[in-house]
């Protein structure tokens, strides 16, 4: 479980321990050290693609009207992933037009209309369907009802027995009962699964190559990812690669829940999933919850954003600012060379004339750190005067943060067509914002 913050987590800066050079060449390493610093190498002229903030999802972590709008907007939201009353698919209040208005996708998670306890009952027991057929049919005809457009989740982790404690064959029975019966009365309706706890190759491929040969592959693929975040891309090359290999179609990738436990509250290892997502360009991912830190409260089902949020009084915490700054990195995303513990998201927009870096740290120990901004002469919109602005986000475990420390703020000339923004000692779960402006 993530720390309470440390005597590492109250450091000050001094303005002279951050130092900007112009036209600093630092060697491309393959890796960092620790004690002589890391360097992270940003090219803003090697575009990879628009922001489209494939990262911020959540899971169970709004309601109707909590918590306030000025909490959840300015995240940019692009996915939720909810219980079918949560979403208001039942009799109730759901939260479906509240999060469609802020551009955000909706997966709906069948299973909750269901459950499946460990005693019983489970859809198809004793090969009895008739209340999961009736379940989906009205789910689909309350869908057609509202208007409402979403992606049905068919079951949550199946490969754990706490979500499905029945055999593997019947799953597969349950898996392509459902399509069918999806794709007959709702065709228009993508289907996504088998959301999967953890990456399970071998479950996965055998699951892949049976439902092509039933015809019941999924139209997006999902599982969930809770450790590794390096890890993630390697993972989803694979995967992509099984696709090919088998001649199988490409299809979009959702890890509708991602960060383990021990990451919850801690902004360097989100930073590392956001990477992750965008490295390995997944259609879209959704934060997971957990228990909280005070014994029986979670972050699922409290309106605090899967925890980013402090349920009692959703003050945000260290990870609600990483999410902010996630969503400030507008335009398009330019190319970060990682180092050991240190990577970063940056992008480029023109129109605000600015370039933003988002970086975090997971190591065990603090690091410095050499941020190298290349071919800054090919941005078209920075002149010889820039404004840099570097802002720590610090690892403050479950308690709230009021706002990132702004620990550097100065004009600089530019020389030449690189910049180097030297960070020390930055602690092992921290993250850093760095903003380059443009000055008349």
């Not at 065709?187 to 491929?205: A, H, N």
Request: overall charge negative.
């Amino acid at each position: 479980m993530p720390s309470s913050p440390t005597a590492t987590e109250q450091r000050t800066f001094r303005p002279a321990d951050i130092l900007i050079a112009a036209v600093v060449f630092f060697p491309l390493i393959a890796c960092g050290c620790h004690s002589a610093g890391e360097v992270l190498r940003i090219d803003p002229a090697r575009h990879i693609g628009p922001a489209t903030f494939r990262a911020s999802g959540f899971l169970h972590a709004v309601s109707v009207s909590a918590p306030p709008q000025e909490l959840v907007e300015p995240l940019k939201p692009r996915l939720f992933r909810a219980s079918v009353d949560h979403v208001g698919l039942l009799d109730g209040p759901g939260i479906y037009e509240r999060v469609t208005a802020l551009g955000a996708r909706v997966q709906v998670d069948l299973s909750s209309c269901h459950g499946c306890p460990e005693n019983g009952p489970c859809p198809g027991d004793h090969g009895d369907w008739t209340a999961w057929d009736r379940a989906v049919d009205h789910l689909i005809h309350a869908r057609k009802q509202k208007g409402y457009s979403v992606q049905w989740d068919i079951w949550n982790e199946p490969n754990l027995k706490e979500f499905w404690p029945r055999s593997h064959e019947h799953y597969l029975e349950l898996w392509a009962r459902t399509v069918r019966r999806i794709r007959s009365a709702d065709p228009g309706t993508e289907i996504v699964g088998p959301s999967l706890f953890g990456y399970d190759r071998q479950w996965l491929q055998r699951f892949l190559v049976w439902a092509q040969a039933e015809g019941v592959l999924p139209d997006i693929l999902s599982w969930h990812e809770f450790d590794d975040p390096r890890g993630i891309p390697a993972r989803i090359a694979e995967l992509r690669a099984f696709l090919r290999a088998s001649g199988m179609p490409p299809r979009p990738i959702s890890l509708n829940e991602i960060t383990g436990p021990e990451h919850q509250t801690r902004p360097g290892p989100t930073v590392a999933y956001f990477w992750a997502m965008e490295e390995a360009g997944v259609d879209s991912a959704a934060r997971s919850c957990w228990e909280d830190e005070e014994k029986g409260v979670s972050g699922c089902g409290t309106d605090s954003l899967d925890g980013i949020l402090v349920p009692s009084t959703k003050k945000p915490r260290s990870v609600w600012w990483v999410y902010r700054r996630y969503a400030d990195l507008t335009g398009v995303l330019v190319h970060v060379e990682p180092g050991e513990s240190l990577c970063g998201i940056a992008a480029v927009d023109a129109g605000k004339k600015q370039i933003g870096l988002l970086i975090g740290h997971d190591g065990p120990r603090p690091t410095d750190a050499g941020l190298q901004f290349i071919n800054l002469d090919r941005v078209g919109f920075l002149s010889d005067r820039v404004q840099v602005t570097v802002e720590r986000i610090p690892d403050m475990g479950w308690k709230p943060l009021q706002e990132p420390e702004v620990v550097h703020q100065s004009v600089r000339t530019l020389l030449g067509h690189e910049m180097t923004i030297r960070v020390p000692n930055i602690g092992p779960h921290d993250a850093f914002f760095v903003r380059l402006s443009a000055l008349p």
